[in-house]
């Protein structure tokens, strides 16, 4: 799961960190009080005006501007709430700004970068940091791989002060800024921990022209399983910033991916999904999206999974592809033939039924008189499907 | 010969009294499998399964009880990782979690634990083990299988399903097959299962079924390179896949780098694996492979 910027920071704040901080609105007429609240409670004349999406690369793309003064602030504000911010992340067709976040501004000496994600290849958290902050991570690793300092921290240790320092060392301080850098080091991998985050990013850490260490922006993924245990932080989820139909998916249990292509389908498992996606693209066609049905492939969930796909307008053929383990085939065939008859299907449907009672299912679909496509084998299933959804 | 589970395993199932480890359980058994003991907390004492299994209030219990030496676990995510590490300090050799959704953060440590007492995890969020013929250690269809000399290693359940039926059409049957599960942190890697294949007799080609995301398919194909004598077929699953975003699995996802379908094939193929570019050819392919 995603969260804002302004949520992220609160979080930091929670654990003791410092950070930039500020208020955030969704309405046009907050826009001045917002402005005037930020400039009096952090005691500034100028701010910063930030774009809340779920997406990195927001200041190349104008959805963060530098506002000298209330008017320019503004002018800023106004510009920024309701844009489509086009960025690196959001693709093409951008995402809509519905939130602003309006924050005190620093002067700055330094920036830097600092983030804690799982080591999938070492099974152990890394730390890293680098002393080119401000830009993407990626090209300081591509182009200056030297200015990257990582820590591995073990798991039943977890982090130790020898590594905070080594972190702190990695970025040239001295003095009080090294002591507060170690410092808050420390309190983002205990954040880190406690939140069960997937990765804590800050981009940029700054060393402000006074001395101190603030962090700048913020980026905090969760891990979906472990959000059981964090109901507060369960809470943060801005559904605005997630497609609906994924959204009603989920609410049946559904994990569902809309894509653009024009070839719905409907498998059980997530790794034979992707493989039913890759072979329609390879028989000529473009999935639409991706869709596993999970373990038990009832009746029900067929239904679900039919109104999600068919509420995409682009989708003109749907496969279903069940290879029956646990699930009996001829339970899923069962299925199909009612969800088929209640919803009065307008696309055409490929069926292929693989596995256990997967004989009885075929002639279950044979006798339904409902018009449904049987295939055998994966190869057949995407060629049919594809050619259905050409019309042939 | 096989590898991981024999006739002779003994299987303690953690979270027995469960529907989802009842039904397994039962199907287990009904395959031939030695399912020993159950362990459910505060149920001790019981018996389960038409009275064919005792019921134990712990690992250490059962298999003090028993002389059990491998467990398949069925508990809840938020219990499952402690499970692991239970068996873990009973003397647990092999262990099979099946449970999908554990979280990151419980795995990593469960991981070390494992590691550092030398049980052999599989899984999470996998469809365990099979040794067509003899043991049955999860939650696969059994009757799919034929008992053959192709070893089949997978990320995905259905996929491994997949695989098996197109080598069984082909003509090919199997030793053994390994769902390895499709987490970010997994107990026993691609690699691993690639080294106990390759020294394995009994087996005279393998399978390997990995999906976007992580590095691990790529590690396995580089140590093939060097170390493998015997024939081996690849399939990537997630071409198509947008970059971003979680493919069900919650290791499924292109993060950068060479965690893409493409990339992985391109480097199966350059470390001299088969690549099948359609899911449907993995069974040709083997068979091809075999006949050379």
């Known amino acids: 799961m995603k969260i804002h910027e302004y949520q992220a920071k609160k979080i930091f704040a929670n654990f003791g960190m410092p950070v930039q901080d500020g208020y955030v609105f969704e309405n046009i007429e907050e826009t001045e009080p917002t402005i005037r609240r930020v400039q009096k409670d952090f005691n500034t004349e100028d701010v910063v005006v930030k774009a809340q999406i779920h997406a990195g690369g927001r200041g190349k793309g104008g959805g963060v501007k530098y506002s000298p003064n209330f008017d320019i602030a503004i002018q800023n504000a106004k510009n920024i709430l309701g844009m489509n911010l086009v960025t690196h992340q959001t693709g093409e067709k951008g995402q809509l700004v519905r939130k602003v976040y309006v924050t005190e501004a620093f002067d700055i000496a330094e920036e830097y970068y600092a983030a804690i994600t799982l080591d999938r290849g070492k099974s152990m958290d890394v730390f890293m940091i680098s002393s080119e902050g401000g830009v993407e991570i990626e090209k300081v690793a591509a182009e200056t791989p030297e200015k990257i300092v990582k820590v591995w921290i073990d798991p039943l240790l977890g982090m130790k002060s020898f590594q905070a320092r080594k972190l702190a060392y990695g970025l040239n301080l001295s003095g009080d800024a090294f002591k507060a850098a170690m410092k808050i080091f420390m309190q983002m991998y205990h954040a880190y921990q406690s939140i069960d985050a997937t990765i804590v990013e800050v981009n940029p850490l700054i060393l402000t022209t006074d001395g101190r260490i603030v962090v700048l922006d913020a980026k905090v993924n969760l891990d979906d399983n472990a959000l059981f245990r964090h109901k507060d932080i369960s809470d943060m989820r801005d559904f605005d910033e997630e497609d609906p139909m994924e959204v009603e998916a989920r609410k049946f249990s559904l994990n569902y991916i809309k894509l653009d292509g024009n070839v719905g389908c409907m498998v059980n498992g997530a790794g034979l999904a992707m493989a039913t996606m890759d072979i329609i693209k390879l028989a000529g066609g473009e999935p639409a999206n991706f869709l596993d049905v999970g373990g038990s492939a009832s009746a029900e969930t067929v239904k679900n999974g039919f109104r999600i796909i068919l509420s995409d307008e682009n989708v003109k053929a749907v496969l279903i592809n069940i290879f029956g383990g646990i699930v009996r085939c001829d339970r899923v065939a069962n299925g199909v033939v009612q969800a088929v008859k209640e919803l009065g299907l307008k696309v055409p449907v490929v069926v292929r039924l693989e596995g256990t009672n997967s004989r009885e299912a075929q002639d279950i679909l044979a006798k339904s008189g409902v018009d449904i496509i049987p295939a055998i084998g994966m190869k057949d299933a995407a060629e049919k499907v594809v050619n259905a959804a050409l019309g042939n | ?292």
């Not at chain 2, 399964?49 to 676990?73: C, H, K, W, Y």
């Not at chain 2, 300090?89 to 070390?112: L, Q």
């Not at chain 2, 634990?113 to 099979?130: A, E, K, S």
């Not at chain 2, 690699?191 to 999906?211: H, N, Q, R, S, Y």
């Open chain 2, 1 to 292: 010969m096989s590898i991981l589970v024999n006739k002779d395993s003994k299987i303690i199932v953690q979270g027995i009294t469960g529907s989802e480890g009842q039904f397994h359980a039962g199907q287990m058994l009904e395959y031939g499998t030695q399912v020993v003991a159950g362990v459910t907390p505060g149920k001790g004492g019981q018996q389960t399964l038409d009275n064919r299994v005792p019921v134990f209030n712990s690992v250490e219990e059962a298999v003090e009880q028993t002389g059990a030496d491998t467990s398949i676990i069925f508990v809840p995510p938020p219990f499952a990782a402690e499970a692991v590490i239970e068996a873990s300090y009973a003397g647990i050799k092999v262990v099979v979690c099946i449970t999908e959704g554990v979280p990151v953060h419980d795995m990593v440590k469960v991981k070390k634990v494992v590691d550092q007492n030398g049980t052999r995890l599989i899984g999470p969020n996998c469809p365990g083990i099979i040794t067509v013929d003899e043991c049955k250690l999860g939650i696969m269809p059994g009757f799919i299988c034929k008992k053959g000399n192709i070893g089949v290693i997978s990320k995905s359940g259905t996929l491994t399903y997949e695989a098996i039926a197109q080598l069984v059409n082909v003509g090919l049957g199997q030793t053994t097959a390994i769902g390895i599960g499709g987490d970010p942190i997994i107990g026993t890697t691609m690699k691993d299962c690639i080294e106990l294949f390759e020294a394995d007799p009994d087996t005279k080609g393998i399978v390997v079924i990995g999906e976007i995301g992580g590095q691990m398919e790529i590690e396995a194909a580089r140590w093939a390179k060097d170390n493998v004598s015997k024939p081996m077929v690849g399939f990537i699953a997630g071409q198509t896949a947008p970059p971003g975003r979680r493919m069900g699995h919650a290791g499924a996802i292109v993060s950068g780098g060479d965690d893409t379908a493409e990339a992985k094939m391109r480097i199966l193929g350059e470390c001299g694996i088969a690549v099948a570019e359609s899911v449907a050819d993995i069974g040709n392919l083997m068979k091809a492979a075999m006949e050379k």
